[in-house]
């Protein structure tokens, strides 16, 4: 085996990747599914047990991917010559490199996995919405007035236009589309600059993607009216 033809698998793991993370996209939209029929007696449904235990063991293979990337990367760049028994040598590494930092490693770190914690989010705001749906009678707003307001929800501040993966700030409460906060983070940071947010009259004047948490709620809400919209 030749280094290009691992670089290739590299890739190949990474498009992985994009796949898994779609996947626990499913999931957590099956789980609010799940969280929107069960009735109102306060009990959680119990797959979202399962649901959860699903999300879990796909952040784990994300993680693992994550690292061995690394670790291949770090041991082909350390040696690049491509005869035979140096690829086996190689091979023999990246394992045993593996191997060490997988046993280091504790299931309980995978609760920070950024689609886990988006999770446990959209589960917890589900109940509390269904908690205050239950406890008080809400007032049907104007349907012109409550159009308005969720196309300014869901509009993006960088872009000006309809989100597709909305991200919410954990300091400000705001929300970006991804790609185009994780764009303006990047460029400033190029320009040796901090990202200001986006948001007009804002105070954060130092966006981080450490700061960011996908808003699968959110995501969920700007599908629905879509849907809503194509139907009329």
Known sequence: MSLSAVHGTLSSLR????DIGTGMDIVSDVAMDLMESQGQDGEVNPGIKEMEAMI???AKLDREI????DIVQQVTAENTTQQP???FSLSAKVK???TEKINGL???DLENHKK???????IKSSLNQANQESAENTEELDED????????NFTCPVTQVEMVNPMKNKKCNHHYDEAAILGLIKSRHSQKKKCRCPVVGCGNTDVKQSDLIQDAMLRRKIQSQKRNGNRT
């Open 15 to 18: 498009s992985c990747q994009t």
């Open 56 to 58: 879990l063991e796909c």
């Open 66 to 69: 994550n690292y061995f990337v």
């Open 85 to 87: 028994e140096a690829m």
């Open 96 to 98: 045993e490199k593996f």
């Open 106 to 108: 504790s299931d309980a």
């Open 116 to 122: 886990v914690v988006a999770f446990k989010d959209i």
């Open 145 to 152: 007035i409550a159009v308005t307001q969720s196309q300014v």
